[in-house]
């Protein structure tokens, strides 16, 4: 069983950052496919940034630029970077890891990140 635990998010003005961590235990980490979602208030959880076990690296067109998604296998987390920040980003962001060509996800309880002045 994956266990995740997101850690980072907070209350950040507009133009500004902030790092989310997620944590995964229960695994071989460095096998598993690393994913950020993320869902606002009355929308569809969307995807942010994803990483496969190789490091290949997808990010959802809205981020690219401003976000960073990396990996330390050696201490079996995954971060997200966040530059550049909007109003528009604030969601809660879920961790979800996955196996190359598997349909099960696992997913973390989720950070709050409030984008405001």
């Known amino acids: 069983q994956v266990q995740l635990v997101e850690s980072g998010g907070g209350l950040v003005q507009p133009g500004g950052s902030l790092r989310i961590s997620c944590a995964a235990s229960g695994t071989i980490f460095s096998i598993y496919v690393m994913g950020w979602y993320r869902q606002a208030p009355g929308k569809q959880r969307e995807l942010v940034a994803a990483?496969?076990?190789?490091?290949?690296?997808n990010y959802a067109d809205f981020v690219k630029g401003r976000f960073t998604i990396s990996r330390d296998n050696a201490k079996n987390t995954v971060y997200l970077q966040m530059n550049s920040l909007k109003p528009e980003d604030t969601a809660v962001y879920y961790c979800?890891?996955?196996?190359?060509?598997?349909?099960?996800?696992?997913w973390g309880r989720g950070t709050q990140v409030t984008v405001s002045s």
């Open positions: 990483i496969m076990p190789g490091g290949t690296i």
């Open positions: 979800n890891a996955r196996r190359v060509a598997s349909t099960t996800y696992y």
